[in-house]
Nanobody, 117 residues
Framework: QVRLRESGGGSVQIGGSLRLSCAAAGDLGSRCTAWFREGVAVARLGQDGRTWYADSVKGRFTISKDSTKTILYLEMNELQPEDTGMYSC?????????????????WGQGTQVTVSS
C-alpha cells in the first residue's frame, strides 16, 4: 500500500476547469492509478501508460503523472453539474484490479468538487 492525499477540489461554475492532485508517499511508477467519483472510476492510468476514461468524461478529463511518478493528476475541463462529487485517487500493483477498476488497496481521503451555475 501507499499513502495518498488529494488536493485541488473546490467550487466552480459550469464550463470551468479544475486540476486535482494526488500526492503519494511513495513511487506510483509501478502501480496502476485511478480517479474515482463517489466510488465509481472515471479515469485510469495503467502501469503500461495506457489510459481509460468513463464515457461521461472522455474528451474533457485527462489523467497523468508527474515526472517523479509521485503525483497523480486529473485535469478536468468543461465541467458540468453532473461532475459534482467526492473525487478520490487510488493505486494498486495488481494488473487484474487495474483491468476491472475496483478493489484498489490504496486510497486517499477524497476532495470535493462542486459544479454549479
Amino acid at each position: 500500500q501507499v499513502r495518498l492525499r488529494e488536493s485541488g477540489g473546490g467550487s466552480v461554475q459550469i464550463g470551468g476547469s479544475l486540476r486535482l492532485s494526488c500526492a503519494a508517499a511513495g513511487d506510483l511508477g509501478s502501480r496502476c492509478t485511478a480517479w474515482f467519483r463517489e466510488g465509481v472510476a472515471v479515469a485510469r492510468l495503467g502501469q503500461d501508460g495506457r489510459t481509460w476514461y468513463a464515457d461521461s468524461v472522455k474528451g474533457r478529463f485527462t489523467i497523468s503523472k508527474d515526472s517523479t511518478k509521485t503525483i497523480l493528476y486529473l485535469e478536468m475541463n468543461e465541467l458540468q453539474p453532473e461532475d459534482t462529487g467526492m473525487y478520490s485517487c487510488a493505486a494498486d500493483s495488481s494488473a487484474w484490479k487495474c483491468l476491472i477498476r475496483t478493489n484498489f488497496n490504496s486510497w486517499g481521503q477524497g476532495t470535493q468538487v462542486t459544479v454549479s451555475s
